[in-house]
């Protein structure tokens, strides 16, 4: 978990994995360069707990960075990852340790998630299986914060490309590099997250996001072999960045 200004929704987001019926795992946390007390209720919790390693970057360095140094600690077979104001339900690690158990042709399991905000749940992703180079047009094929993935995978790619042009995109971008390699990923059909989509996330809506995701694209389609004319659908970051924010709230929380 790459933990950054979460402070009021860190600990609900610790106690979910706590609540797991799979209990047999660690907990590295990498707090960022927080403006709030992130890292002081990541400290008092970790306090309580044996299984946490407690990172600190000096100073905001980016999702990406942040996240490879918990890639750096990691030595068990597999690792999950977490935002810090969502939260796992409480199936989801035997849910995905038990795909990637008996499916090793796979090495990134992820699952649809529930989205929900001050007022509760207003929609439910879904799952489509085994990803497909398809998949990857109109946007990420894989939810990120509720996937699990095989550790020499994600370590065999490099981890997550660090650069100012992969910050908010630096997950598409990691599986266009495991797809690329030869990685197989797949999308459970059984919800196992929920993720807080409220007005902050809104907020990180910004051109430089919605840039950083038309070059991963640009980038990922020429990666796995896309048609040229693929090509186009990398304007539609650009595109969506310039709808007003009412209605594209409207159409996120339709679907």
Not at 59 to 74: K, V
Not at 171 to 185: E, M, P, Q, R
Request: proline share 3%.
């Amino acid at each position: 978990m790459g933990i950054f200004n979460c402070a009021s929704t860190l600990l609900e987001a610790l106690d979910s994995l706590y609540a797991q019926t799979y209990q047999d795992f660690k907990i590295i946390l990498c707090e960022d360069g927080s403006s709030d007390d992130t890292y002081s209720v990541a400290e008092q919790y970790a306090k309580l707990h044996d299984n946490i390693i407690l990172l600190r970057n000096e100073h905001n360095m980016g999702l990406n960075y942040t996240l490879n140094r918990c890639l750096d600690q990691a030595d068990t077979e597999y690792i999950a990852r977490m935002d810090g104001d969502d939260i796992s339900l409480p199936h989801r690690f035997e849910t995905e340790i038990n795909f990637l158990d008996s499916h090793p042709e796979y090495a990134v399991v992820s699952g649809p998630m529930i989205y929900f905000d001050a007022d509760g749940d207003f929609r439910t992703g879904t799952g489509k299986g085994e990803v497909k180079k398809e998949d990857f047009i109109m946007g990420s094929p894989v939810c990120h914060a509720p996937c699990m993935a095989r550790t020499e995978a994600f370590k065999a790619v490099g981890g997550y490309s660090v650069g100012d042009r992969f910050l908010r995109a630096e997950d598409y971008h990691l599986w266009f590099k495991l797809f690329a390699a030869g990685y197989k990923l797949y999308m459970l059909n059984d919800v196992v997250y929920k993720m807080r989509d409220d007005r902050n996330a809104l907020s990180r809506r910004t051109f430089k996001c919605r840039k950083n995701i038309a070059h991963v694209m640009n980038i990922g389609f020429k990666m796995i072999g896309l048609p040229w004319y693929t090509q186009i659908f990398a304007l539609k970051p650009i595109l969506m960045y310039f709808v007003p924010a009412f209605i594209y709230k409207w159409f996120h929380n339709r679907g």
